[in-house]
């Protein structure tokens, strides 16, 4: 057989990119543990054990297989009420513990208002706004702290001052990408990935920022990631900004 024709294994994950720098630690421990056999919850729970617990309001958090979560309670309702986080075998859910990981204060306040917004309307064919919010940012977020000039350009979709005019203003940028679907996809990377974005003030607390009112209204605006300076080869020539159906005019 070809061997590029051999699948790869779905953990096989390479972590220099620029995307993967809170994860990378982690990620450089987690990955070489699946391969020895372990499932991922219990890669995950390893690294749980390194390090001060996180506490949910039902206790410590924990990772476990898919299987523990009873059919027909809800995904966010079970961790809520168990301090326990479903987790497949495959790269998703793997970055999904990652994120939970690194940035376990924000992972909660989303499960928070996820689960109390299921309490409060249940589960129907549509999730309502708020949920529709948190699930967008969940799967596909970042955040983004940057100076005015980047943010403006970025309201207003204005690529070329975003991305070349202004390109030296991303040294004083932090894009942190916390959507696990997003991650997933940049696991093969193509110009059209696109994160929806909160902005954050520099030095601000992200976590104040997801309240129900605020993101009921998806306070989110749309950033092709791999246009940020640094992340991709390909975008040091300004050309790669102008394919308008990535670049998309304001």
């Known amino acids: 057989m070809n061997a590029l024709a051999v ?6 994950v390479d972590p220099a990119p620029s ?8 990620l450089q421990r987690v ?3 699946i391969a020895r056999g372990e499932s ?20 410590p958090l924990r990772f476990v297989e898919a299987a ?9 309702s079970f961790i809520a009420r168990t301090a326990a986080v479903p987790t497949r075998d495959n790269r998703h859910d793997l970055f999904n513990g990652l994120v ?36 967008l940012f969940d799967e596909n977020g970042a955040l983004l702290r940057c100076p005015p000039v980047l943010a403006e350009a970025l309201h ?33 990377p193509r110009k059209a990935i696109t994160a929806h974005v909160m902005l954050v003030e520099p030095g601000g607390d992200a976590v104040a920022r997801f309240s129900a009112e605020r993101l009921a209204g998806k306070p989110f605006v749309p950033l ?19 394919d308008a159906a990535v670049f998309r005019p304001g």
């Open 40 to 59: 991922a919850a219990q890669a995950l729970n390893a690294e749980l054990s390194r390090a001060e617990p996180i506490r949910l309001a039902a206790g």
């Open 31 to 33: 990955v070489p543990a």
């Open 156 to 188: 207003r979709r204005d690529w070329h001052t975003l991305f070349i005019a202004q390109r030296g203003a991303w040294a004083e940028a932090e894009l942190t990408l916390i959507g696990h679907a997003l991650l997933d996809k940049l696991t093969s």
């Open 19 to 26: 995307w993967w720098g809170p994860y990378r630690e982690r």
């Open 68 to 76: 523990a979560q009873p059919r027909g309670e809800a995904y966010e």
């Open 224 to 242: 092709p990631v791999l246009g940020v300076p640094g992340w991709w080869p390909a975008n040091g020539d300004p050309a790669f900004y102008g």
């Open 7 to 12: 699948p790869m294994p779905w953990h096989a």
């Open 100 to 135: 939970w990981l690194c940035f376990p204060q924000l992972k909660r306040r989303m499960n928070e208002l996820q689960a109390a917004d299921i309490a409060a309307r249940g589960v129907g064919a549509m999730r309502g706004p708020l949920r529709d919010a948190l699930t």
